[in-house]
């Protein structure tokens, strides 16, 4: 297994712990909002793949300056990868220590840019034009669209800018968009893994083509915890010149002493502003307690003066008991009375009718008996109406299945007669064609025979004309073998002329 290889594998087994990270807030007071300051990206077992990474980074190095001693394009190589090291370490740090979202004027991240452009550029191949000679890398990162479907949407974002004439511009803010995306990483990692495509655009000695591509893909991988929105649009990316400011990683003793003493600044000025921020928010809960406790005294008062309401709402309540109960005593009293009035005028009147009840059952008996006659007779006559109706029924059916008949011989006849009439026209169709195909024949028959005739006339043509070929070429003999005889003391070239011409 190569380097690549192998820094692959790690890359894509800690990818995800890695753009996990951990991150430390500290509340300082910025106006009114909260800020949080990231001050580290460590996660769970990434410091065993931090030292892997280091071990092959150090593997890497040394062969890099042992090829280097051998291959000047390898010089090349690792100075860039050098230079990306430094810009993407240094971008990282300042960014974490800044805080805050970053820009396009950020110094770092333009220098970061600058490098990457010529990490790119590396060993790419010139391609030529009707015009002049063209060296972009517009070339490769367009190819990441077929390769990664995502990319298809930044590519169009790409194109749809405005103002931006040139490849090289479009590349810029191709890295820009990607670099908002946190997909760098990804992009140039699926551009390297195919080396066939890419040959297409650099040298076999590029960078991209060599293992520093892949380091460079994996150190990529640490720029997605820095957050950037960078305005792309007004921007004037055709007509930037790309050069490195190596004075940004050039660093003197002075320089790291003032460093240490501004972190040490900064670490009390955060620790002040979080105990501002502290004092602050207790002010606040404060206030908001003496609020809570003003607020609980009003709903007290108020809950007294409900509950005085209320007791006297109860008294009355039980003086209104008192009288409803009373009431209710009277209007007691009273129905019993007129109950027992009641139940007397009812003894009467069921005296009364059990007087009356024995002439109501003669009554109900001879009732009885004319309505069962009557229900006798009622009975008969539906008997009759329902023999009636069963025959009206059958007439019915019979008179619908002779119509049914009827419409289906109906049909029928219909349908045989169109069959007739088509007959009919088939025989006609069938005797015109016939009569066609009779005087077609005879026409054929006719130019058949003229034909045969003029053949014969060719024939008997050719045969004059073979018969006439043979007299002239004998005729043509005789006369070269008279000249043969008569010319016996010529040149031997007037000889062989006069033979060639006999034969």
Same mark, same amino acid.
């Given at each position: 297994m190569s380097l690549v290889e192998l820094f692959y594998v790690m890359h894509e087994r800690h990818k995800k712990k890695l753009t996990r990270g951990c991150t430390l807030v500290r509340k300082t007071s910025l106006s009114t909002k909260e800020k949080q300051t990231t001050l580290g990206f460590v996660g769970e077992g990434e410091g065993l793949y931090i030292f892997q990474c280091w071990v092959l980074q150090v593997m890497l190095d040394s062969f890099l300056v042992f090829s280097a001693t051998k291959d000047p394009t390898a010089v090349e190589r690792a100075n860039l990868l050098n230079m990306a090291k430094l810009s993407i370490k240094g971008l990282i740090e300042s960014a974490l220590s800044f805080g805050r979202t970053?820009?396009?004027?950020?110094?770092?991240?333009?220098?970061?840019?600058?490098?990457?452009?010529?990490? !790119?550029? *590396?060993? +790419?191949?010139?391609?030529?034009?009707?015009?002049?000679?063209?060296?972009?890398?517009?070339?490769? +990162?367009?190819?990441?669209?077929? !390769?990664?479907?995502?990319?298809?949407?930044?590519?169009?974002?790409?194109?749809?800018?405005?103002?931006?004439?040139?490849?090289?511009g479009r590349a810029r803010a191709w890295l820009r968009l990607a670099l908002m995306q946190k997909k760098m990483a990804?992009?140039?990692?699926?551009?390297?893994?195919?080396?066939?495509?890419?040959?297409?655009?650099?040298?076999? *000695?590029?960078?991209?083509?060599?293992?520093?591509?892949?380091?460079?893909?994996?150190?990529?991988?640490?720029?997605?915890?820095?957050?950037?929105?960078?305005?792309?649009?007004?921007?004037?990316?055709?007509?930037?010149?790309?050069?490195?400011?190596?004075?940004?990683?050039?660093?003197?003793?002075?320089?790291?002493?003032?460093?240490?003493?501004?972190?040490?600044?900064?670490?009390?000025?955060?620790?002040?502003?979080?105990?501002?921020?502290?004092?602050r928010q207790l002010n606040s809960t404060v206030s908001s307690l003496h609020s809570r406790v003003d607020s609980l005294e009003k709903s007290n008062t108020k809950l007294i003066e409900e509950l005085a309401i209320a007791k006297n709402n109860i008294i009355k309540l039980q003086e209104e008991? *008192?009288?409803?109960?009373?009431?209710?005593? +009277?209007?007691?009293?009273?129905?019993?009375?007129? !109950?027992?009035?009641?139940?007397? #005028?009812?003894?009467?009147?069921?005296?009364?009718?059990?007087?009356?009840?024995?002439?109501?059952?003669?009554?109900?008996?001879?009732?009885?008996?004319?309505?069962?006659?009557?229900?006798? !007779?009622?009975? #008969?006559?539906?008997?009759?109406?329902?023999?009636?109706?069963?025959?009206? *029924?059958?007439?019915?059916?019979?008179?619908?299945?002779?119509?049914? #008949?009827i419409?289906?011989?109906q049909d029928t006849l219909i349908g045989l007669r169109q069959q007739l009439e088509e007959v009919k026209a088939i025989n006609i169709e069938m005797y015109q064609k016939l009569q066609g195909s009779e005087d077609g024949l005879k026409e054929k028959n006719e130019i058949i025979a003229r034909l045969e005739e003029k053949t014969s006339k060719i024939t008997a043509a050719m045969r004059q004309l073979e018969q006439s070929d043979n007299d002239l070429l004998?005729?043509?003999?005789?006369?070269?073998?008279? +000249?043969?005889?008569?010319?016996?003391?010529?040149?031997? #070239?007037?000889?062989?002329l006069v033979k060639d011409i006999s034969f």
């Open positions: 970053l820009d396009s004027d950020y110094p770092p991240l333009q220098q970061f840019f600058v490098v990457m452009e010529h990490c !790119l550029k *590396h060993g +790419l191949k010139v391609r030529k034009s009707f015009l002049s000679y063209n060296k972009t890398i517009w070339g490769p +990162l367009e190819l990441v669209e077929k !390769l990664y479907p995502e990319a298809e949407e930044i590519g169009a974002s790409v194109r749809d800018l405005p103002g931006l004439k040139t490849p090289l990804d992009y140039l990692r699926c551009l390297i893994i195919q080396r066939d495509l890419l040959s297409e655009f650099y040298e076999y *000695h590029a960078l991209m083509m060599e293992e520093e591509g892949a380091v460079i893909v994996g150190l990529l991988v640490g720029l997605n915890v820095i957050d950037a929105n960078l305005c792309v649009k007004g921007e004037d990316l055709d007509s930037q010149v790309g050069v490195i400011d190596f004075s940004m990683y050039l660093k003197n003793e002075e320089d790291i002493g003032n460093k240490e003493r501004n972190v040490q600044i900064a670490a009390i000025l955060d620790q002040k502003n979080y105990v501002e921020e502290l004092n008991n *008192h009288q409803l109960r009373s009431e209710n005593k +009277l209007i007691l009293m009273k129905t019993q009375q007129h !109950l027992e009035v009641t139940k007397v #005028d009812v003894e009467t009147e069921l005296q009364t009718y059990k007087h009356s009840r024995q002439g109501l059952d003669e009554m109900y008996n001879e009732a009885r008996r004319q309505l069962r006659d009557e229900s006798q !007779l009622r009975q #008969d006559v539906e008997n009759e109406l329902a023999v009636q109706v069963s025959m009206k *029924h059958e007439i019915e059916l019979a008179m619908k299945l002779l119509e049914k #008949d419409h289906e011989k004998t005729q043509t003999r005789t006369i070269a073998m008279s +000249l043969v005889k008569c010319a016996s003391s010529d040149t031997q #070239d007037q000889y062989k």
